[in-house]
């Protein structure tokens, strides 16, 4: 094949390789369709790749017959030197099949083939994916999720194959509705349902909440965040435990939701998840939550109840990652400047805090962390600067 001359126009001008299924968009151009429907749906953009002119939103893929038996003659002619005829390829889902079969789907026994249906044509390419949502199937499979009468099982296939459809920003914003009912319904899941259900609920919850608006993201109430610290606490998947996290860093600095996160147990199943945890991009979100957290008095509170709630903070600076240092310095000021009792500045002086902070303050860099341990070590310069608790190596150290 690479020493055969290809005809210019059989190839995809996104892959440079020979077309199998070619399709044609509004602006005249010609590309494959696995090509294409990857550019548009799955890199969700809205633009031809080679004139970079605009494509409606229900951009249409016109099969190109006539270009495909060209390149299938072609295949044919030139066997002999290896290549192989491209089969024809099988004609994609209508909007009118996929209502057809939401319509006949009335009753328990016609909804379970119904879902192993619509699994089967979304995992079949992206453009029936896209199809799927204009024809109604969110709508469809939102109903049976939501539904007290619908069986378990049943409810679990219309979650799973509802995250992966790859919504629309569109039909994300649909299922998040101006009542929340359907939140509600993925709360329940969250509640009663499967490791399995629950993990799809949280990354359906993190697309929904990625287009909420910000009335929306204030509405949510003290259970929506119980169980996004439920989840975190179970650790039911690397992924699940992401979006958790993504979550709360979304959601906490908006109206009250600190307090409802602090309330819903974030803190302490945060601090307990950084003692074993050593992965670094996850100490760094675990951190980012909770110095969030700790811009509320609840937060610190929760924080300083915990008996290694400081320990933890302090012994993640200078051990992951620049990030992790900066937001543990951050936490340890907030402290610091609003929640500092002598019995807490007594707590940082014995734990080694005061040490550590000292010991960043040496470092020859500049940079904002250290700005903060020198702020820190300012604030309460009269209770630490002549404690035996610091060593003596580091007391020269010591900003004045």
């Known amino acids: 094949m690479d020493e055969i001359d290809v005809p210019p126009f059989f190839l995809c001008p996104i892959s440079l390789e020979l077309m199998k299924d070619p399709v044609t968009v ?37 099969p190109n017959h006539t270009l495909r038996r060209l390149i299938q003659s072609w295949c044919t002619m030139n066997a002999s030197h290896g290549v192989e ?27 379970t083939k119904c879902l192993q249906k619509l699994r089967s044509i979304a995992s079949e390419s992206a453009a029936n994916k896209r199809c799927m949502e204009a024809a109604g199937a969110v709508e ?7 539904s007290t009468t ?23 914003k649909i ?31 993190k697309s929904m909440m990625e287009v909420a608006d910000p009335m929306q993201m204030i509405r949510l109430e003290t259970e929506f965040f119980v169980e996004i610290v439920q989840v975190l606490h179970d650790q039911i998947s690397q992924q699940a435990s992401s979006a958790a996290l993504k979550l709360l860093i979304q959601l906490s600095p908006w109206g009250r939701n600190r307090i409802k996160a602090v309330n819903g147990g974030a803190v302490s199943v945060l601090i307990g998840l950084l003692l074993d945890s050593s992965e670094g991009r996850a100490c760094e979100m675990m951190l980012m939550v909770v110095d969030i957290l700790c811009g509320c008095a609840e937060g610190r ?19 992951v990652s620049q990030v992790a240092t900066d937001k543990a310095v951050r936490i340890l000021l907030s402290v610091s400047k609003f ?26 860099c500049e ?34």
């Open 367 to 400: 940079n904002k962390a250290k700005e903060k341990a020198r702020e820190i070590l300012k604030l309460h310069a009269r209770a630490w600067r002549s404690s035996s608790c610091i060593p003596k190596n580091l007391l020269s150290s010591y900003p004045s």
């Open 140 to 146: 469809f499979l939102a109903s049976i999720v939501s």
């Open 301 to 319: 509170a929760e924080l300083l109840e915990h008996g290694a709630g400081l320990a933890i903070v302090s012994k993640k600076i200078m051990r």
């Open 26 to 62: 509004s602006t005249g151009i010609t590309y494959d369709r696995e090509n294409i429907e990857k550019w548009l749906f799955s890199g969700k953009n809205n633009t031809c790749p080679a004139t970079k002119q605009a494509l409606p939103a229900d951009c249409d893929l016109t």
């Open 175 to 205: 299922l998040i509705g101006k009542s929340g009912e359907f939140i509600k319904s993925l709360i329940r899941v969250m509640q009663r349902g499967r490791y399995e259900s629950r993990a799809y609920s949280i990354l359906l919850l």
């Open 150 to 172: 619908v069986e378990e099982a049943s409810s679990a296939d219309a979650l799973s194959i509802l995250y992966s459809l790859q919504l629309s920003e569109a039909a994300l």
């Open 85 to 111: 005829r491209i089969p024809t390829p099988k004609p994609p889902i209508s909007k009118t099949q996929i209502a057809k079969l939401l319509n006949n789907a009335k009753s328990p026994h016609l909804n």
């Open 339 to 364: 929640s500092a009792t002598p019995a807490v500045v007594q707590e940082m002086l014995q734990l080694g805090v005061v040490a550590k902070l000292c010991l960043m303050v040496q470092m020859d």
